[in-house]
């Protein structure tokens, strides 16, 4: 980008911050503002909840992209309260990037399993999603699996992946790091490259698409595809990628498999501190865990919300317990390894 361009983009975006923070109330008893990458449909229905229970107003801005960048840009004069975003990576990436604060509750600490929590306290997850293997159910016989065993030349050809860098891939590379070392997950990173059916691309359920069509015969994906497939009446064609395969839980007779996680911080400079944590304890309870992990097909990060029905019908299994803290540290050796390997080529 030429410093010309660079300027032009930093000024817009801040005219947007600058516009957002004057439309925004910035300290209103009884409101709570939230910046959202995640979509309406999934979080709506968890505000009116609130707001019901509390009376206290939420406000709303979503985004898929720069709301980080945006709190950054606004610095001190930022409105927002809370801030809800996807992946382990991400919500790293919001606490060391200083727009997080501390946040010290014996509610969310009871609520969110240790692993499932910053260290220091500046990122809660709420949802745990694991990261699985879909398999043919025409050509592929085995019913279990290991993210070792996909290095393995007997699957030359037969995986389809999305990006090396996609947050999803990095978090489970980083995982396979923490577990295993950083020596032979590069070995092992070269040995899945080497079992590609094709160059990595698209998103998590066009890998399953590719398996149905016969392009490859078991791809990486997050379980909530499964569901979102399952019932696309938007996109009915889905309903036969999903019934084309089965989903394998990596591990399950070792560690486990590699679960991501939704989540929130509390923005550094949230100008109303005591209602945004009302809102992070409320997302961390009962009701909410159920309707938030409901309503995206996750499971609830609060051990003992019961799992829906649809969920619950991909089976049980075993989460890697290693904590995201751990796999957190090794996002950016994993990037560096997948530039290494070519795994994008
Ligand atoms: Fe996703």
């Not at 309406?40 to 979503?62: R, Y």
């Amino acid at each position: 980008m030429t410093a010309t361009r660079f300027l032009y983009v930093s000024v817009i975006a801040i005219a947007i911050a600058m516009t957002l923070a004057s439309w925004l109330p910035a300290r209103a008893d009884g409101e709570v503002n939230v910046y959202s990458y995640r979509q309406p449909f999934l979080v709506q229905p968890l505000f009116d909840t609130f707001e019901k229970q509390t009376g206290t107003k939420v406000n709303v801005i979503f985004a898929s992209k720069g709301l980080i960048e945006r709190m950054i840009e606004e610095g001190e004069s930022s409105p927002a309260n809370v801030l809800l975003t996807v992946d382990i990576g991400r919500l790293n990436q919001a606490a060391t990037a200083g727009i997080a604060q501390a946040v010290d509750s014996e509610v969310l600490k009871s609520n969110i399993p240790a692993s499932y929590r910053d260290a220091e306290n500046r990122w809660f997850a709420l949802t745990t999603r694991a990261r699985v293997v879909y398999a043919s159910k025409e050509r592929v016989s085995q019913d279990s699996i290991t993210y070792e065993e996909l290095a393995d030349p007997k699957w030359k050809g037969r995986i389809c992946v999305r990006s090396g860098q996609h947050a999803y891939n990095l978090g489970l590379f980083a995982s396979m790091i923490a577990n295993n070392g950083e020596e032979q997950t590069l070995k092992w990173l070269e040995g899945l490259k080497a079992n590609l059916a094709r160059t990595p691309g698209g998103g998590d359920r066009a890998q399953v698409e590719s398996v149905y069509s016969g392009e490859c015969d078991i791809a990486l994906a997050n379980t909530y595809y499964m569901g979102a497939m399952q019932t696309n009446e938007k996109e009915p064609e889905q309903k036969k990628w999903a019934e084309a395969v089965s989903i394998l839980f990596p591990n399950k007779d070792t560690r486990g498999t590699h679960v991501n996680v939704s989540g929130m911080v509390m923005g550094k400079h949230a100008p109303n501190r005591d209602n945004a944590l009302e809102l992070m304890e409320f997302l961390s309870g009962d009701e909410a865990q159920r309707i938030y992990a409901g309503l995206n097909f996750e499971y609830p990060v609060k051990p003992g919300v019961p799992w829906s029905d649809r969920v619950r019908s991909w089976g049980e299994f075993k989460a890697d317990d290693i904590s995201l803290n751990e796999v957190a540290r090794f996002i950016p050796l994993a990037s560096q390894m997948v530039d290494q390997v070519g795994f994008n080529d």
